[in-house]
């Protein structure tokens, strides 16, 4: 449960920090207001303490933060904000708990991936994960079957365009029976 409000905390720090440029992009992508919101969409600031230095002073221990993988150490045992400079993209369990992130980096910079995700934790194993399962289970249940997109863009502007029956593959990590998995753990019936 500490890691489950450790998550939800970072992703209202994320979202409070999406405005100026970060919105812009989104927009300039075609995503309309209450769609980010929907999505929790967020931002996380360049600067290495940010997030971390919210979530202590709300009282969360380094050692929750680095095991949700919001945070890493470094060899002198400080700690830094895994995400910094992306736009944010919360992941869920299928009953709508934040699990992870994935981040895109908004401004290009050498050596650092476009999009990096949230490390396999006790929350999180991303090839068992179907981004936006929360919000497409009822729509795959009526409409029996699913559309599986490649990434968590796809996948919004599928739902913004009334495709609600569409889950997106967590990055290139997925398990050949995940999908067969939340088909049963969620009586979804698309084998």
Not at 72 to 82: C, F, L, S, T, V
Not at 84 to 113: C, N, Q, W, Y
Not at 120 to 131: G, R, T
Not at 138 to 148: F, P, Q, S, V
């Amino acid at each position: 449960e500490r890691l489950y409000s450790v998550m939800e905390a970072a992703t209202i720090f994320y979202q409070e920090q999406l405005a100026g440029e970060a919105k812009e992009y989104l927009k300039k992508r075609g995503v309309k207001e209450e769609t980010i919101k929907e999505f929790r969409l967020g931002f996380a600031p360049e600067g290495w303490r940010n997030l971390h230095d919210t979530l202590a002073k709300k009282g969360f221990s380094d050692t929750d933060m680095e095991k949700a993988g919001l945070v890493k150490r470094k060899d002198a045992g400080d700690y830094y904000d895994r995400f910094r400079d992306r736009v944010m993209f919360p992941i869920t369990d299928s009953s709508g708990r934040i699990i992870a992130f994935s981040g895109r980096l908004l401004h290009e910079k050498e050596g650092e991936g476009k999009y990096i995700n949230t490390p396999d934790s006790p929350l999180y194993d991303k090839s068992a994960v179907l981004y936006g399962i929360d919000k497409a289970k009822g729509e795959i249940r009526k409409k029996d079957y699913t559309i599986l997109v490649e990434g968590q863009m796809d996948l919004i502007m599928s739902h913004q365009a009334g495709i609600k029956n569409t889950v997106a593959a967590s990055g290139t990590a997925l398990a050949e029976d995940t999908i067969s998995r939340e088909a049963v753990t969620n009586n979804l019936g698309i084998i």
